[in-house]
């Protein structure tokens, strides 16, 4: 895992890399919680997001948000915190110009992000997120959202209540063509705490069926 500086909006952005040996293995970028509350690319929960998809064999990118860390810049109520994580995504396709997948994932705070990324960047192909903050943030911009993913939530999330990840998960489901895979880990809290190895099991568990070419039909 390699330390790396990259050129944001507002300066440079503080990132951790893994390159995968396959030249063109899949991608992704990994966005962590509120800056203002303590967020950064080494939470727990950011962290076991990054272990997961290189594991899965992804070239893996996580990284400060503005004023986080040595990133420059200051907190820019969620617009600039998006501009970041497109530099960053621009950052890894350059250094991986044809992946086989390109996905996003966050939590929390950067679930909400990364979901915005969703929008903007047609290339990507899937996203994780752990206990969007549907009660806290606007998702309605989902409309309709362009690729399927996954939802994780936590039963005892004492911060982002339960019902409004429900209704989100709902309303995504409701779209034609779009699969969302809504997974609640039943004791878990806001910060899944002593059940990240929960987390990571339904991380590797989706992304390997997800990263399985579909079978061909066999004519008899």
Request: net charge negative.
């Amino acid at each position: 895992m390699a330390e790396v500086h990259i050129a944001g909006p507002e300066g440079r952005i503080e990132a951790r890399y893994h390159q995968s040996k396959d030249p063109n293995a899949p991608i992704a970028i990994i966005l962590h919680p509120h800056p203002e509350t303590g967020g950064t690319m080494n939470n727990k929960v950011t962290y076991a997001f990054f272990r997961a998809f290189v594991e899965q064999g992804f070239n893996t990118l996580r990284f400060n948000f503005r004023g986080v860390g040595r990133s420059e810049g200051k907190y820019d109520q969620g617009e600039g915190e998006l501009s970041d994580a497109a530099a960053c995504l621009d950052w890894l396709q350059v250094q991986n110009p044809e992946p086989r997948q390109c996905w996003v994932a966050g939590f929390s705070f950067g679930a909400w992000i990364s979901m915005q990324l969703l929008m903007r960047r047609p290339e990507l192909d899937g996203f994780i997120a752990a206990a969007p903050p549907a009660n806290l943030y606007d998702f309605s911009f989902l409309a309709p959202c362009p690729v399927s993913g996954m939802i994780l939530q936590g039963g005892k999330d004492e911060i982002v209540q339960k019902d409004s990840v429900q209704k989100l998960c709902a309303r995504l489901a409701a779209q034609r063509g779009l699969h969302i895979e809504y997974r609640v880990i039943p004791e878990a809290d806001h910060f899944f705490t002593n059940q990240l190895p929960d987390l990571v099991g339904h991380v590797h568990d989706y992304l390997s069926v997800a990263l399985t070419p579909p079978q061909k039909a066999v004519n008899q």
